[in-house]
């Protein structure tokens, strides 16, 4: 395989990632990816940033071992807690991570009312405290920590009259209360955007940083000349910490799921 055919990698502290893989094959159908799923351990965002740290090294190192030509860590937190120390270990790799997508609400949504859902880790971060500084004149900015909503999804439970009970009381305080944007600043909380919105029970526009991540993995590859622009879809493979059948089933699920509101998205079988 040559440097351009070799895959991007792609990681998460479990399935969530796969919505930020999704985007990626939107941008990129032609180039190979290998996603890893680190279920075993979900969800970082409770657990200590050392230990997060850890634990993303360890896949790293995997993928440089696999001779990976770029590695998109897909998770806010794991982003937060490790990107400087990745960037430094492996200078030699475009090494792109996440955050939560406040610039593109603020934009939309000037002297409005934004909330962002993610997991206690993210919102407690320096990242996201110097987001929140920069925009905090821009609108009003509220954070909303969701603990539990990471093990619905990994759970496959994102029909469940549990997570409708849950997104109810989590979001009760802002149905006569309305916001006008919602940030969801952890990569499982796309799989579960049609029934916040149910829960919130008004229309609400909603901000992922899947998009932005695919465009400047896409830019980095082509500045590095290692971008595959050949034509028709490359190969995604899913590996788990935990593969076992049922979970490599979710992958393949969730990698079809119609994330978007109203919107199926296309995405070749695997």
Do not use: W
């Not at 000037?110 to 500084?133: S, Y």
């Amino acid at each position: 395989m040559t440097e351009i055919e070799n895959p991007i990698a792609v990681f998460d502290s479990g399935m969530g990632g796969i919505s930020v893989l999704r985007a990626l094959v939107a941008h990129m159908p032609q180039e190979n990816y290998l996603f890893f799923g680190d279920s075993l351990h979900a969800p970082y965002g409770v657990r200590p940033p050392e230990q997060v740290r850890d634990l993303t090294m360890q896949a790293a190192e995997r993928f440089v071992e696999r001779e990976v030509k770029a590695i998109v860590i897909a998770c806010n937190t794991a982003t937060s807690a490790a990107i400087t120390e990745l960037r430094e270990r492996f200078p030699q790799i475009p090494i792109i991570g996440l955050e939560p997508a406040l610039k593109p609400a603020v934009l939309a949504h000037p002297g409005g009312r934004i909330l962002v859902m993610a997991t206690p880790l993210t919102l407690h971060e320096h990242k996201f405290a110097a987001l929140l500084e920069h925009y905090r004149t821009a609108a009003e900015i509220v954070p909303l920590p969701a603990p539990d909503l990471v093990g619905f999804v990994e759970r496959d439970e994102l029909d469940s009259p549990a997570l409708a009970e849950y997104l109810s009381e989590l979001t009760a305080p802002y149905r006569d209360n309305p916001v006008d944007g919602i940030v969801l600043g952890c990569t499982h909380f796309p799989f579960a955007q049609r029934q916040i919105a149910r829960a919130l029970g008004y229309p609400v526009s909603f901000y992922d940083g899947g998009d932005g991540a695919a465009r400047e993995t896409q830019r980095l590859l082509t500045l590095a000349g290692t971008r595959n622009t050949g034509t028709g879809y490359g190969q995604v493979v899913f590996t788990n910490s935990e593969e076992t059948p049922e979970r490599m089933a979710l992958c393949r699920k969730l990698f079809c799921f119609p994330t978007l509101i109203g919107t199926e998205t296309t995405i070749p079988a695997v």
